[in-house]
């Protein structure tokens, strides 16, 4: 259940980061250098967050073999 309340918040977070940048990049008025600077950093954040989990599930699953292991 934790794992699905994880996914949940964050396919609502790259959702919700999506929906920023197709915004920001629709709109004339902001600046060339304001779009690719706000673009830069939620994708780095996406990144971020990614490498974050994959980290975590690895790490989960090598914490659970190892318990076994000592038995």
């Not at 250098?33 to 975590?56: N, P, Y």
């Amino acid at each position: 259940m934790k794992k699905v309340g994880i996914f949940l918040i964050l396919a609502g977070l790259l959702c919700i980061l999506a929906f920023v940048l197709y915004t920001i990049a629709l709109e004339p008025e902001i600046p060339l250098l304001i779009k690719f600077g706000v673009s830069t950093a939620i994708v780095g954040l996406v990144i971020v967050i990614s490498v974050l989990v994959i980290e975590a599930l690895k790490k989960n699953k090598r914490g659970n073999e190892d318990d076994l292991s000592k038995y």
